[in-house]
């Protein structure tokens, strides 16, 4: 049977249901306060997703202790002073009948030592890729534990805050990903050391996660599949056989980061979609397969549901146009980037927000339109 975009769809573990195979990517947007806590501007952007159709709407990257924080702006998990703030920003998305997942963050060597007054850590020592000095250091088996923990009591205050489930975010180069990447793990303990023992600190995440959540909340995996940008150490196969035992663990979902939805694996451009291959790799399981990079029309969103994925998350174009379901189901062409400021703030951005997406190129326009 064909997908279709607007299919309702059931996160197959949990069994929660949304109306639609389109979520609000994962989205960093700077506009919470400076102590963590959800802003107004937040809320109000998020939800005028959930009113323009968006089934599932996901929450920034939030950080699960206080010195995983990596940028300015950040939504914050780490402690229960956030959860009752929370509630309206789920209670906001209830309103409109969309989910919402938060995504469960730790910026690992890529934290912010100016924002968090503390020492960075990661998997193994990391040096400046210039100046060679020492950035962050091998973390002690001690910490790796509390940081199990600090992910599992961010997913039940998620749950207390009345989210639907979350995210754990193992992708774009943060904590997970460094632990992931041979090139960031040099490991040779229980956390390191073969591709399988790489995959240790996000297995013992997932599972401490589950423990609670399990077939009551939607709980998802973010991976990279491979190298990008100077994020290295990430095999494509390798990355098959952590979707492979991610759908054994029966996440509802697994979100394959491929920054362009359509394209083909660096290391084998001649074979298949790289979406395609998670997709056969997932035969036999019930999880769900979802990915987001360069979605703007109906055709290409048809076109990577046809490839395998199940779900869509949609990043700058949800940005760009808060009902683009709509627009979707009525046939109309979006307006593609750059967008003047005067667009973004109809869509519900904030000034902080525009002033943080003029840093993603060829998105906001130099001039007023
Ligand atoms: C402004 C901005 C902030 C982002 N922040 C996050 C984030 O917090 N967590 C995450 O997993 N991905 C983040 N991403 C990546 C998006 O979730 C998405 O995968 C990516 O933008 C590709 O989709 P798109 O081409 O539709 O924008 C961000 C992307 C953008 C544009």
Known sequence: MTKRFDDSIIYPISGMKAPNRLVLAPMTNQQSHPDGTVSEEEIRFLEMRAQGEFGTVATCAM????????????????????????????QAIHRHGSLVIAQLFHGGSRANPELTGRNLWSASDIFHRSSGQLIAREAPETLIEEWITAF???????????????????????LIHQFLSAATNKRTDHWGGTPKKRMNFLLAILKRIQRHLKGKKIVG?????????????????????????????????????????????????????????????????????????????????????HLGADLLAIGRAAIAHHHLPELWRRDILPSLPPYSENHLAAQGLSKPFINYMKRWKNFVSETEQ
Request: net charge negative.
């Open 152 to 174: 599992e009591q961010a997913a039940i205050r998620a749950c207390e805050a009345g989210f639907d489930g979350v995210e754990i975010h193992a992708a774009h180069g943060y």
């Open 221 to 305: 995996v973010r991976i990279s599949p491979e190298d990008f940008s100077f994020f290295t150490g990430i095999d494509f196969d390798e990355s098959l056989q952590t979707a492979q035992l991610l759908f054994e663990s029966e996440v509802d979902y697994l979100d394959i980061s491929l920054w362009n939805a359509l394209k083909k694996p660096e290391k084998y451009p001649d074979g298949p979609h790289a979406i395609t291959y998670f997709a056969n790799q997932k035969v036999g399981h019930a999880s769900l397969i979802r990915t987001a990079g360069e979605i703007y029309t109906r055709e290409q969103a048809q076109q990577v549901l």
């Open 63 to 90: 950080y699960v202790t206080d010195d995983g924080k990596a940028w300015q702006g950040q939504m914050g998990l780490s402690s229960d002073r956030f959860i009752s703030p929370l509630r309206k920003l789920t």
